[in-house]
């Protein structure tokens, strides 16, 4: 099982920001090279802005930390591939463990709501087709500009440290 394979001692929160520093949104079908690793980082100002507690921040910073083992699959194709959603939820539960984040359900609708909310507007800034979107209000300003990685990472790991004492 993927849980036997990741154990919660290799989780490694630099590993993660480099990796989702590197990866791009939507299988790479973008106007531009914009990560998931900036993404993450959008998901936690917008919980931040929310008055949410440094909990559901690192949550919503955290929600796509398997990628950095698994890589991005994108929605579309990810809901045909059950025993990919397996693996990725038994490897989403050694991170959740190793951060201390065991979520209630309740916890984990919020930041699957940050998700959805902050993709929608993904979609209307970087996806050809989507200039019509109105996308659902969000309280911050998310950053789509194109940046180096190695920004992105550094920003990830302050965060995160940050939200972690």
Not at 64 to 78: F, G, M, N, Q
Not at 122 to 149: Q, Y
Request: aromatic fraction near 8%; charge should be negative.
């Amino acid at each position: 099982a993927a849980s036997d394979v990741y154990k919660r001692q290799e989780v490694s929160l630099r590993d993660i920001a480099h990796a989702l520093s590197l990866l791009c949104r939507g299988g790479g079908h973008m106007k531009y090279f914009y990560t998931v690793g900036l993404h993450s980082l959008n998901c936690a100002r917008e919980a931040a802005s929310r008055g949410w507690s440094n909990r559901l921040v690192l949550a919503c910073l955290l929600h796509d930390a398997s990628e950095a083992y698994l890589s991005d699959i994108i929605r579309p194709v990810k809901v045909h591939l059950s025993n990919y959603l397996e693996i990725e939820d038994q490897i989403m539960s050694v991170i959740w463990q190793h951060f201390h984040l065991e979520l209630t359900s309740e916890e984990h609708k919020k930041w699957k709501q940050i998700d959805d909310e902050i993709l929608d507007s993904e979609l209307k800034e970087m996806f050809s087709g989507e200039a019509e979107r109105i996308p659902v209000p969000l309280r911050s300003t998310p950053d789509f500009s194109e940046r180096p990685h190695g920004e992105v990472e550094e920003e990830f790991i302050r965060i995160s440290e940050e939200l972690l004492n």
